[in-house]
């Protein structure tokens, strides 16, 4: 960038919340609304800042108005400056009072009834100022927005052990059973294997999710394809389906008890999902996102039922057989 530039963009600093907000409105009341400025001084610095750059960026557009393809540009660029200026605000803030910051926590559905209500729980009897903004959504859906910079720590089975830009640690083994609707013919059993599943109609979530990752890895190592009957973006749907008759799926225990809709059969050999903590590589956690992670790994935390201890073995969601009490992660 030359000097020009330079100044340019010096010029146009005071300014980026402006852009932003009228990118994100198109309308001059709105953005000046958002800004807490009178209406008219937003229409001045509008003008002034086209006279700046040498090109208008905005045109009317009906009763509002619509950016030039300068003033798009411009708006693009300083919502991105603000979001950079707005996070290192934030950690200049909490490095001066860690306990009272903020944590953008992301986690897979099921999570959000007992190990993140626990989890955080444990942490704000210690730390009551620091506030939690929560994010669901699928594992894939979870890691995008990690690795973007929306969120800063998520819950997700399984790990992400084979990306360069995240760090993950296990917390907890989650057993997967075999959810079948009372009539069906796996009901009565006490356990049923995988190849037991080749041409069962399943239930499962869409693509994206771990769980079906999971699935779709248990019929593989099974030796045959499975066969789809409905697609879901949530587990508490895909029991509702099963309750329905309309399939079996493979699901966590219940940390409550079985409803008469749904009977959980147990897999042979057993089948854990391991569940962990993710943040991005190189230490750029705020302070008080630092000490939830630090929390959660630490391995005295209250997990909430249905959750145990990981087993000392290599985190993977691969499925391995390691002798006769089999366990797939």
């Given at each position: 960038m030359d000097e020009s530039d330079e100044?340019?963009?010096?010029?146009?600093?005071?300014?980026?919340?402006?852009?932003?907000?009228?990118?994100?409105?198109?309308?001059v009341t709105?953005?000046?609304?958002?800004l807490g400025i009178p209406q008219p001084t937003a229409s001045r610095r509008l003008a002034a800042l086209s006279d700046l750059v040498g090109a208008p960026l905005v045109l009317p557009s009906g009763r509002g108005i619509r950016l030039t393809r300068a003033g798009r540009i411009l708006a693009a660029a300083s919502t991105r400056a603000l979001a950079t200026v707005t996070a290192a605000a934030r950690e200049v803030r909490e490095e001066i009072d860690p306990g009272s910051g903020r944590i953008v926590l992301g986690f897979l559905h099921l999570l959000g009834r007992t190990l993140v209500p626990s989890l955080i729980g444990g942490f704000r009897?210690?730390?009551?100022?620091?506030r939690f903004s929560l994010a669901q959504g699928s594992r894939?859906?979870?890691?995008?927005?990690l690795r973007e910079g929306e969120i800063d720590l998520v819950f997700v089975a399984p790990l992400p052990l084979d990306d360069p830009d995240l760090v993950s640690r296990p917390l907890a083994e989650q057993e997967l059973v075999l959810s079948a609707p009372p009539s069906h013919r796996f009901a009565a059993r006490?356990?049923?294997?995988?190849?037991d599943l080749a041409g069962e109609e399943l239930v499962?979530?869409?693509?994206?999710?771990?769980?079906?990752?999971?699935?779709?890895?248990?019929?593989?190592?099974a030796g045959f394809e499975p066969r789809i009957a409905f697609e879901g973006q949530e587990s508490e749907t895909v029991r509702g389906l099963v309750a329905a008759g309309l399939g079996v799926a493979v699901l966590p225990r219940s940390d409550q008890a079985p409803t008469g809709g749904v009977v959980e059969i147990p897999l042979s050999p057993p089948l854990?999902?391991?569940?962990?903590v993710s943040w991005p590589a190189g230490e750029r956690l705020t302070p008080a996102a630092r000490s939830f992670r630090d929390h959660?790994?630490?391995g005295r935390t209250d997990l909430g039922p249905a959750f145990r201890r990981p087993r000392p073995a290599p985190p993977s969601h691969d499925l391995r057989e390691t002798g006769d009490h089999d366990t797939r992660r």
């Open positions: 100044a340019l963009a010096a010029r146009l600093a005071p300014a980026l919340a402006l852009l932003a907000a009228v990118g994100e409105t198109g309308h709105r953005a000046a609304e958002l009897e210690r730390n009551p100022g620091v894939q859906d979870m890691l995008r927005a006490a356990r049923v294997r995988a190849a499962t979530l869409e693509h994206g999710y771990g769980l079906r990752q999971i699935t779709d890895d248990l019929c593989a190592a854990f999902r391991t569940v962990g959660v790994c630490s």
